[in-house]
């Protein structure tokens, strides 16, 4: 009886110990359970935020690799003023390239920690720009794992001209908070 | 450079036909991006035409179709015209609170009256001449501003929301407004040259222009809207 319940206890924690560690280092596949992907915009007289909670995305861990995409149409990224999304629809020339599309890779040995340095490849407004070791904070609660973080986004990087308001252009750099909800497949 | 996204557009077309991923291969020659923050270095940009590895979702795993990221340059050409035709509203109209400010400011200027308080009749006195000038220019580069908010494209679909709203809603003030207020400076023009008292509906000039300019200048404020000084 003894031996029974030391048995049953030692499989509860190996099986809590690798849901635990499931997302930083097995081979496991993921997907995007829900998100909110804000880009912030800055001008003299104006500060914007456009939030999207309509990106899609999947993680496989493969080899002690994590490869994951996300991807969300342009269009769904909102101000709360249709006329200034349409602008920016236009400025990035969201009707010909109408994703954004982003790949994340990052060892998954070195996700144990609350903290997962990814290189991204970030694909927008027809244009492909990298970023190296971006941070991102994670927590796992109740089998979801929570990512959050910000890209230092620029217009420049993605060659977008900037609009302006009053003659007057918004500032380069439009960084883009990223908050998800994975959840293992 | 429209011949170029007409080119690329029908290299998407023949490739999504061939079954290739259209996310990748729409996407052109990859840029050399300019550096920014010293944690997020960029490295130089690769051509996207590599097929995905085994281990790397693609767009198809996200239930994302070919035609879901097949761009339309005919439909970024028309957001293009509506920009620019916006654009040029938005200059016209800034401008033209110049020339309204000034004639509201020479307005009561221009009522004439003697040295005793009696009805001037000639009209030829210059701050009048002035006021008519600027009242007519005004009226040219609002018709100029309108012509083009209405003629830009519209871009079907889009339920309106947000400051354009109230931009809007107020053309039903500054619109008629601005139709009244030289229809009604005329009329009191005749009087005055008639040697007459400005009498009638002619008197109400002044207060349909100045609520017209309220409105006008309400106009640009909630297009604006909501301001943050910060420099």
């Known amino acids: ?185 | 450079m429209a011949q170029s996204a007409l080119v690329r557009e029908a290299r998407n077309s023949s490739l999504a036909m061939a079954g290739v991923d259209a996310s990748k291969a729409q996407l052109p020659d990859a840029p050399v991006p300019v550096g920014s923050d010293e944690q997020q270095q960029q490295q130089p940009p690769q051509q996207q035409t590599n097929p995905p590895q085994q281990n790397e979702p693609t767009l198809g795993d996200l239930g994302i179709s070919a035609s879901q990221t097949q761009g339309s340059a005919r439909q970024q050409a028309l957001l293009d015209k509506r920009t620019h035709m916006l654009k040029v509203h938005q200059t016209l109209g800034l401008i033209t609170a110049i020339p309204m400010a000034a004639a509201l400011i020479t307005g009561p200027q221009a009522k004439a009256k003697g040295r005793n308080g009696e009805t001037i009749t000639e009209p030829s006195q210059a701050n009048l001449d002035f006021h008519i000038a600027l009242g007519g220019l005004t009226t040219g580069m609002y018709a100029a501003t309108a012509y083009y908010a209405a003629f830009a494209p519209k871009v079907p679909g889009v339920k309106k929301k947000g400051a354009i709203r109230v931009h809007e809603a107020l053309i039903w003030v500054h619109g008629p407004g601005m139709v009244l207020t030289p229809v009604l400076g005329i009329i009191a023009y005749k009087q005055e040259n008639a040697g007459e008292r400005v009498h009638g509906i002619a008197s109400a000039h002044g207060a349909v222009a100045e609520i017209t300019a309220a409105a006008y200048g309400a106009s640009l404020i909630a297009v604006s809207w909501p301001i943050h000084l910060k420099f």
């Open chain 1, 1 to 185: 009886m003894k031996r029974r319940l030391s048995l049953g206890l030692a499989l509860t924690v190996v099986s809590v110990m690798a849901s635990a560690l499931a997302f930083a280092q097995g081979d496991a596949q993921w997907a995007l359970e829900k998100s909110t992907l804000t880009y912030h915009m800055s001008h003299p007289v104006h500060k914007v935020d456009g939030v999207s909670a309509a990106a899609k995305g999947k993680g496989i861990c493969h080899g002690g690799e994590c490869n994951f995409l996300i991807a969300a149409p342009v269009k769904s990224f909102d101000s709360g003023d249709t006329n200034r999304d349409l602008h920016m629809v236009e400025a990035v020339r969201g009707a010909q390239y109408p994703m954004v599309v982003v790949r994340a890779k990052f060892p998954a040995a070195d996700t144990a920690s609350p903290t997962v340095y990814a290189d991204l490849e970030v694909q927008f407004a027809g244009q492909t720009a990298h970023y190296a070791h971006v941070a991102f904070q994670r927590t796992t609660e109740a089998g979801e794992t929570h990512i959050t973080g910000t890209i230092q986004a620029t217009c420049s990087d993605f060659k977008i001209d900037r609009p302006s308001f009053l003659t007057v252009p918004i500032k380069n750099e439009i960084p883009i908070s990223v908050d998800m909800t994975w959840k293992p497949m």
